[in-house]
């Protein structure tokens, strides 16, 4: 069963636009959620992790609801450089091990 | 800052030979993950150690697939013998016991 659930995509989105993504996990006692961004043929990279106070780096923004049992993750003003597929990850509370949802892919358009 | 090393980065071999991959975690993390990635199945986590000890191998596919961290600066994930079906990309992970995970580039892996 899998318990990190994302929309595939892909989003393909104008440069200058805000995107929004939203990943939905099943396990209410979870503590700690993570964004990972991949590029094609390349490791996932740490972009940001969820607390219950939500977390801002520059244009990214991420924020929890613990109510609908959902993170979120946006972007304002994309990027080219952004195209990449956003990966949403659960950490399980009692053995720390990461839960990833399937990931959802990102088209920035010129 | 030297990220998490894997090698070799690819690997072409025929079924039924013996696959070694390696890992060497950032030092001073604690905890290392083994994960594959195909197309049909995402991410999954294979196997993980914390401070050298296995602690959780349920998601290691069947007996054919083996993993040991002798020291705190070295991994290896084993497979003998290969089949067709190993072909992923297999990554490598290290973190502290909490604060993200930090993956190595990974290891292609074709089993012909």
């Known amino acids: 069963r899998k318990e990190v659930e994302q929309d595939p995509g892909p989003f393909n989105v104008p440069e200058g636009a805000t995107v929004a993504f939203n990943c939905t996990y099943s396990?209410?006692?979870?503590?700690?959620f993570f964004w990972y961004r991949q590029d094609c043929r390349k490791e996932p990279k740490l972009l940001m992790s969820?607390?219950?106070s939500g977390n801002e780096d520059g244009r990214f923004t991420a924020q929890l609801n613990r109510a609908s049992q959902y993170i979120s993750l946006l972007i304002r003003d994309s990027k080219l450089s952004d195209s990449a597929t956003y990966l949403c990850?659960?950490?399980?509370?009692?053995?720390?091990?990461?839960?990833f949802g399937t990931g959802t892919r990102l088209k920035v358009l010129a | 800052d030297a990220g998490v090393i894997q090698s070799p980065r690819h690997e072409v071999t025929e079924m039924g030979q013996e696959v070694t991959l390696r890992c060497k975690p950032i030092?001073?993390?604690?905890?290392l993950f083994w994960y594959r990635q195909t197309m049909m199945r995402g991410l999954e986590l294979l196997i993980y150690?914390?401070?050298?000890?296995?602690?959780?191998d349920s998601g290691m596919p069947e007996d054919r697939f083996s993993a040991k961290m002798p020291n705190a600066s070295f991994s290896t994930l084993k497979i003998q013998p290969s089949e067709p079906r190993d072909s992923a990309v297999y990554f490598c992970?290290?973190?502290?016991?909490?604060?993200?995970?930090?993956f190595g580039p990974g290891t292609r892996l074709t089993v012909l």
């Open positions: 969820v607390y219950s």
């Open positions: 396990n209410s006692a979870s503590q700690s």
């Open positions: 992970a290290s973190s502290l016991t909490s604060g993200g995970q930090f």
């Open positions: 150690f914390n401070n050298n000890v296995p602690i959780d």
């Open positions: 030092s001073g993390h604690n905890s």
């Open positions: 990850v659960e950490e399980d509370s009692g053995t720390y091990k990461y839960i």
